[in-house]
């Protein structure tokens, strides 16, 4: 474990905003962690747990402590009842674990292929894609509780998971770090295949054949690469903004006008909307404010295009919410986590 002093963030954030760290050091092994906490540089109020650096917008330099999340390891933790259950360290890289997994013939997390980021950012956001989120496979998450000193496990229960959300961003919020997560994935494959556009991708791939996990992360890679920029040529965090849920009674009301619009109904009697779609009906794709923009492709990612500042940014989220609740009367938010936090949107 080495400190380090005023160092560049540019290379650890997806977006490419440039900043500077005040401190910085790299995990390699979650023991470190007590290492860490001793630190006079640790402030358990203002240090940074990075990991892909996928989910952030850095908006000025940070003045606190940066800890880099670069654990690694992935083994088998237990089997039974058609589940294989695998432990993946946080600072392994989603996608390469995915790809691992289906190295080893279990399947659960095809549909969250060529999602950026660690394996321990996946619980926080609750991460999903194409009808799956990973609470759906996860069974449980190993993590240092601040508090306490110790380290600590976390059922699925625990972390009380909803869309796009978890404990470690409500109330164990700057308490919990996590370190490793165990997923419960399937000896035997089926196919989720909810969303049309998967369907017709795998099909593409298939034909009449039956699709393997394989296939399906084939086709939900092809499908993001065809629409999603690749951070290292074009800057982005991803999907910007989250898909809104509103009541029946709103959706309804939108239905009327906009018989063709995308709508998922939940459990809870409530209506999710694709983000993406209402930002591409109020003709926002290649809209740019200074150096950002949004993305010509897919309406639903913001791009860093030429240099953006963090305010061309923080504009350009503003201008699109405020299109859309104009258009629609329809509230978005995004989804990466703004710091300083006094930036959300």
Not at 78 to 103: C, K, M, P, S
Not at 169 to 185: D, E, P, T
Not at 271 to 281: E, T
Not at 288 to 304: E, F, I, P, R, W
């Amino acid at each position: 474990m080495q400190l380090q002093h005023h160092i560049d963030l540019t290379p650890y954030n997806t977006f490419g905003l440039r900043a500077r760290a005040a401190s910085f050091v790299a995990l390699h092994h979650a023991d470190e962690l007590r290492d860490i906490v001793r630190l006079p540089e640790f402030d358990r109020d203002t240090v940074l747990w990075l990991g892909g650096g996928s989910n952030i917008l850095l908006m000025e330099d940070y003045a606190g402590l940066v800890v880099h999340m670069e654990n690694k390891g992935i083994r088998e933790v237990g089997r039974g009842n058609g589940l294989v259950y695998i432990e993946a360290q946080a600072g392994e890289i989603w996608h390469d674990f995915v790809l691992h997994t289906l190295d080893l013939g279990l399947s659960g997390l095809e549909n969250l292929s060529l999602i950026p980021g660690t394996v321990g950012a996946s619980p926080v956001q609750n991460i999903g894609a194409y009808g799956i989120e990973v609470k759906d496979v996860i069974h449980s998450v190993r993590c240092f509780d601040l508090e306490s000193g110790e380290f600590i496990e976390l059922s699925n229960a625990d972390c009380r998971f909803a869309y796009r959300e978890s404990l470690f961003k409500q109330a164990g919020k700057g308490r919990y770090v996590i370190v490793s997560v165990v997923f419960a994935l399937k000896e035997q494959f089926a196919a989720d295949l909810k969303y049309g556009d998967l369907a017709a991708a795998v099909a593409e791939i298939c034909g009449e054949r039956a699709p393997t996990a394989k296939d399906i992360s084939a086709a939900v890679c092809a499908i993001r690469m065809s629409k999603l920029p690749d951070p290292a040529v074009l800057g982005n965090v991803g999907s910007f903004f989250k898909n809104p849920v509103i009541s029946a009674e709103q959706a309804a009301a939108l239905l009327a006008r906009y018989p063709a619009m995308p709508r998922y109904p939940q459990a809870d009697g409530s209506v999710k909307l694709a983000a993406g779609w209402l930002i591409d009906q109020c003709r926002l794709k290649g809209f740019a404010l200074g150096g950002a923009a949004v993305h010509d492709k897919q309406a639903l990612v913001l791009v860093n295009r030429n240099h953006a500042a963090p305010q061309d940014i923080y504009r350009l989220a503003q201008h699109v919410r405020d299109t859309v609740r104009a258009q629609f009367q329809v509230e978005l938010h995004a989804e990466p986590n703004w710091l300083p936090a006094s930036y959300s949107l």
